[in-house]
Structures are given as C-alpha cells and as structure tokens.
C-alpha cells in the first residue's frame, strides 16, 4: 500500500547535537512539507518542496534545514542552532495543485535531553 | 494574508450528543479549497473531506456534515450522534497563502465522555 513513513517515533538528543528525521512517500507525490505541532498548538510550516532539487522556507525555518535529493524523500535536519526543538514532527506530501490535499506521516516525537 | 480561526479551542461533550465545531477562513483567492482533518491520539492527520469554493451544498457523509457558507466565510463542521472514537483534534485548512499549501487553524480538541 502506498503511503508517507517517519522514522524513528520518537527520538531523543542531548542539547547541542544535530539530528536528522526521515521521511519517505511511495505516492508519488511532487510535493512535500514538514510541520512542528507544540502541545496545545496548531501546526506550523517548516520547509516545503515543490520538486526535487528545489526547496522553501515555511514559516519558522530558523534552526532546521532540508534536502530534496529524491522525490521520494525529503529528510529533516534539526541543528544545535534551534533553540527549542522538543516538539512532534509531522511531514505531508501531495501532488501539485491546490485542490489536493496532504497525506500525512505518523510524526516523530523529538525530545531534548 | 491567509488565516484560519478555529474559536473553540476544547470541546466536551457525553456520547451521542450533537456538536458543531467552527471554522471561519480569510482569503483573498477567488477560487480555493478548504480541508478538514481529524488527528486521533494515535498523531497521524486523517483526511475527512475536501471541499472547493464553487460548491456551497452542505455535504453529508454519515454522522459527518459540513456547512460552508462562502458569504460569511465558514465552514463548520457537524458530528451528529458523537462517539468516544470521534475524541480527536480537528483541524480547518484552507488551501492558500501560496501555491498547495494549506493554512492549518489551532485545532478544536474534541473530548467525547461515554
């Protein structure tokens, strides 16, 4: 069944460590995003890719960075230089067109310790 | 810019009552999609429907119902009969604010008591 897989779960990392999430669709879907969800909170956009090689900033990109090397994968990276990264992950891919909607990853629970 | 509001931040209700959960969009696209999803405790966003702005008939799939009224700029959202299953968050998306990205609203947490 095609579908969009996040790994790990959940993951751990001390303060001052880089960590990378994975996801990858087997939809083939153009387009793909990753959100941060707070406790209590909506979701907010981090990076967005529209096609492979080509990637935009959400709107609080500071602190993570992205890559589009491959439709089918769009991996996160979390650096040392966000300050508060324990949050849940979701990523969502589509195809391209605004009449279509996301389907979503099962996230990836980050925790800083 | 685009924006979602979702008023009700927690809603609390016993199985099978009725409950309505709001959602008032801002856009200035004169065609455009608006999108309701369900995030179980589980996390994953599940689709629920998908609706564009050239249709204003209500929409009907089981207990579900939606009601979009473009002249207010709503599109609320109706469990009828509610389940402890239904307990959820609930978010609006509106598809705007640049090419296929959704503005997803703060989320109503729906919380269904048998």
């Known amino acids: 069944d095609g579908g969009i897989t996040q790994s790990p779960k959940y993951l751990f990392r001390k303060e001052g460590q880089n960590v990378t999430l994975s996801c990858e669709q087997n939809l083939n879907h153009d387009a793909m995003y990753w959100y941060r969800q707070d406790p209590g909170q909506g979701l907010r956009l981090i990076y967005y890719s529209q096609i492979v090689n080509d990637f935009q900033k959400g709107d609080i990109a500071e602190g993570y960075s992205v890559s589009r090397e491959k439709k089918e994968s769009f991996p996160l990276t979390v650096t040392s230089a966000q300050k508060n990264p324990t949050a849940f992950y979701l990523c969502?891919?589509?195809?391209?067109?605004?009449?279509?909607?996301?389907?979503f990853g099962s996230g990836t629970r980050l925790t800083v310790v | 810019a685009q924006k979602v509001t979702q008023a009700q931040t927690e809603i609390s209700v016993v199985e099978k009552e009725d409950v309505t959960l709001d959602c008032v969009y801002e856009t200035r696209d004169t065609t455009y999609y608006l999108f309701w999803y369900k995030q179980p405790p589980s996390g994953e966003l599940v689709f629920l429907i998908r609706?564009?702005?050239?249709?204003?008939q209500n929409e009907i799939s089981g207990r579900y119902s939606w009601n979009f009224q473009k002249s207010t700029s709503s599109f609320n959202f109706t469990i009828t009969a509610s389940q402890v299953v239904d307990s959820a968050v609930y978010f609006c998306a509106p598809g705007g604010g640049g090419y296929n990205k959704l503005i997803f609203g703060a989320g109503t947490r729906l919380a269904v008591h048998p």
């Open positions: 609706r564009n702005s050239f249709d204003e």
């Open positions: 969502a891919s589509s195809y391209q067109g605004q009449n279509y909607g996301y389907t």
